[in-house]
């Protein structure tokens, strides 16, 4: 009887531990269960996708979560029409869509950054890492776009947290400065991302604002990332500004002066916002015209 009861309670045990196992296997599984709905939810409530969503005057945007696809129907006369469908693939959310359809590659950056809101990522970091791998040329394993026999297939990693291990070297470059022009007199806009590094310059040959901004606290990666674009962009006295300006520090030289954030001055100027968790360095070139020359020496 003695031998029962044990057998009895020995059953029971291995019993308890299989629901324990199961219930256990269970948590396990629920964050990959839930991660579309996740991250279903973050995308529907982001400000920056609801705003691209109204820019489309005749055009209707839907989104709905289907098992583990989120799919986004749009409906009007923009050019924007059909259903694009971003479906959980192993640890990649995937999806196809004609070449040339740039649809699913808009939508694809606002799940982007729903990944990151779910995960607690920063969005622009993400961004700033595939740019640089990207520019770069580098294995990239976060994103792919590749398209091959009329199809466009985007890949987003989305199985956890991404590991940002050997990216952080990674700042403006040659590169990453491919397609920005030598400043001449009339004004323009340059913006770049690449890696910790985000940047933009407004302005022309005698008078430009540059803001560098990098991901935490300003490194050598911000100092190598203003010297590059200026070196690039040559506003006029650059050749002096380079000499001079070996470290960081807050400076007003011959024609240029340099502060740490962005002074409300700049800001005014224009409509550049800077990203959260970025620390900023501004550069401001303001070259003497004759005609200023000319009041100052009466």
């Given at each position: 009887m003695k031998r029962i009861r044990l057998i009895i309670i020995s059953l029971m045990t291995v019993a308890a531990l299989l629901l324990i196992s199961a219930s256990c296997s269970g948590k396990t599984q629920?964050?990959?269960?839930?991660?579309?709905?996740?991250?279903?939810?973050?995308?529907?409530?982001?400000?920056?996708?609801?705003?691209?969503?109204?820019?489309?005057s005749s055009t209707t945007i839907e989104e709905k979560l289907d098992g583990d696809s989120i799919v986004v129907s749009a409906e009007g006369e923009e050019g924007v029409n059909g259903d694009y469908t971003f479906t959980l693939d192993g640890d990649y959310i995937v999806n196809v869509s004609d070449e040339g359809d740039y649809t699913g590659y808009s939508v694809m950056t606002f799940i982007k950054g729903a990944v990151a809101d779910y995960y607690g990522m920063n969005n622009m970091l993400m961004s700033g890492y595939i740019a640089g791998l990207?520019?770069?040329?580098?294995?990239?394993?976060?994103?792919?776009?590749?398209?091959?026999?009329?199809?466009?297939?985007?890949?987003?990693?989305?199985?956890?947290?991404?590991?940002?291990?050997?990216?952080?070297?990674m700042?403006?470059?040659?590169?990453?400065?491919?397609?920005?022009?030598?400043?001449g007199e009339n004004p323009i806009s340059f913006y770049v991302n690449a890696g910790r590094i985000t940047a933009a310059s407004i302005g022309s040959a005698d008078q430009l604002d540059l803001m560098v901004g990098e991901y935490g606290e300003n490194t050598d990666k911000t100092l190598k990332a203003i010297l590059a674009i200026v070196n690039k962009q040559k506003p006029d006295g650059y050749e002096k500004f380079i000499s001079e300006f070996t470290e960081l520090k807050e400076v007003s030289g011959d024609g240029y002066s340099v502060s740490f954030g962005i002074p409300e001055e700049v800001a005014a100027n224009h409509e550049y916002k800077p990203s959260e968790g970025y620390k900023y360095v501004t550069v401001v070139f303001s070259a003497e015209t004759p005609e200023a020359a000319e009041e100052a020496n009466g």
């Open positions: 629920e964050p990959q269960a839930n991660l579309m709905q996740g991250i279903f939810e973050k995308l529907t409530a982001n400000e920056d996708y609801l705003e691209w969503k109204s820019g489309f990207e520019s770069a040329g580098m294995e990239n394993k976060l994103f792919a776009n590749e398209t091959a026999d009329g199809k466009n297939t985007i890949k987003l990693y989305a199985a956890g947290e991404w590991k940002m291990d050997g990216l952080d070297d700042y403006v470059g040659e590169e990453s400065l491919e397609y920005c022009d030598e400043l």
